[in-house]
């Protein structure tokens, strides 16, 4: 049941001029919190009412009564997160949105940018017995994202940057065609997890059904309500027929969704 909390910021960790990593006091959230599911935040000051909308935030890490979120400076809204400080409080509601399916017996996990946060936290409440592949893309080496958390659960990582200043020059696409050809493993309890820019998504969904293999997308549509009342958020789907014909609002039916679900022809990203 989600939650809407005043949490303490306990940490707002400066990873580059623009990249920050944000731990919030939020047991509440932390104790039921599954992989793919996010926050919405108020960035301003209690006293304040601008911006007036949440921001959304995969969570990245939910430990010790705490949760985790990095996010990258996008826009006015994450400008003035960036400016809160450690023992203010912070208007949080969650956890919301539906979580990623359970992990397969052998798994590969492809993040770019700041779509890696989710997938850390798949890794994290994985039981021993699965496999996981991570793959990472970002556009430079001070760009990645997660690699150190992967790490710190023991799951294997490969890097692509755009710049070739870390790993494969090139897109984390060529890492998953490469692991997917030769893993051999298609159709034998593979699955494929992704989060990122559209652009890649689509390449991953496209790859994934060429191969076989199903795979999970999380999408990051713009979310003004983030509690399924203001169709702000809506993506096209195949074949749908309920409420809300064929659309799918990613604040609630979403972030995840099955690959073969979405009508990508018909998706550009702007749904508000
Ligand atoms: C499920 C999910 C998970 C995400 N996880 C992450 C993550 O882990 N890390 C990360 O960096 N980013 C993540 N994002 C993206 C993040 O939510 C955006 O980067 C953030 O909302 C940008 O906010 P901004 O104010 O800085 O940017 P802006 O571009 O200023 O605003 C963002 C959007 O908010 C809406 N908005 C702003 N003001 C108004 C207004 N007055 N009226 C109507 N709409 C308005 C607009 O749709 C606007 O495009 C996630 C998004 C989703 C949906
Ligand atoms: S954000 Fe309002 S319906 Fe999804």
């Given at each position: 049941m989600p939650q809407r909390i005043l949490a303490q910021?306990?940490?707002?960790r400066e990873l580059t001029p623009s990249h920050y990593r944000l731990r919030l006091a939020a047991p509440e959230i932390a104790q039921t919190a599954k992989a793919g599911q996010y926050v919405h935040v108020l960035p301003r000051a209690t006293h304040s009412f601008d911006p007036l909308l949440r921001r959304a935030f995969s969570i990245m890490r939910a430990a010790e009564d705490a949760i985790d979120i990095l996010y990258r400076i996008e826009g006015r809204g994450t400008a003035l997160l960036a400016r809160r400080k450690a023992g203010e409080t912070i208007d949080v509601l969650g956890p919301l949105g539906l979580p990623f399916a359970p992990l397969t017996t052998h798994n590969i996990l492809v993040g770019g940018g700041v779509g890696v946060p989710p997938l850390v936290l798949l890794a994290a409440q994985a039981v021993p017995e699965v496999r996981i592949q991570a793959l990472i893309g970002?556009?430079?080496?001070?760009?990645?994202?997660?690699?150190?958390?992967?790490?710190?659960?023991?799951?294997?990582?490969?890097?692509?940057?755009?710049?070739?200043?870390?790993?494969?020059?090139?897109?984390?696409?060529?890492?998953?065609?490469?692991?997917?050809?030769?893993?051999?493993?298609?159709?034998?309890?593979?699955?494929?997890?992704?989060?990122?820019?559209?652009?890649?998504?689509?390449?991953?969904?496209?790859?994934?059904?060429?191969?076989?293999?199903?795979?999970?997308?999380?999408?990051?549509?713009?979310?003004?309500?983030?509690?399924?009342?203001?169709?702000?958020?809506?993506?096209?789907?195949?074949?749908?027929?309920?409420?809300?014909?064929?659309?799918?609002?990613?604040?609630?039916?979403?972030?995840?969704?099955?690959?073969?679900?979405?009508?990508?022809?018909?998706?550009?990203?702007?749904?508000?």
């Open positions: 910021i306990i940490e707002q970002a556009r430079a080496a001070t760009e990645i994202i997660g690699q150190e958390d992967f790490r710190d659960y023991d799951v294997p990582v490969e890097v692509a940057t755009d710049d070739g200043s870390a790993g494969h020059q090139g897109l984390v696409t060529d890492l998953l065609e490469r692991q997917l050809s030769q893993s051999g493993l298609t159709g034998q309890g593979l699955t494929v997890f992704a989060c990122g820019p559209l652009p890649m998504l689509r390449v991953v969904a496209a790859m994934s059904q060429r191969y076989k293999v199903p795979c999970q997308v999380s999408l990051e549509e713009n979310m003004p309500c983030g509690v399924g009342v203001c169709n702000g958020c809506v993506v096209p789907v195949l074949g749908a027929g309920d409420d809300y014909g064929n659309y799918r609002r990613i604040c609630v039916d979403g972030p995840v969704l099955w690959a073969n679900e979405v009508n990508w022809g018909h998706y550009s990203g702007d749904s508000c």
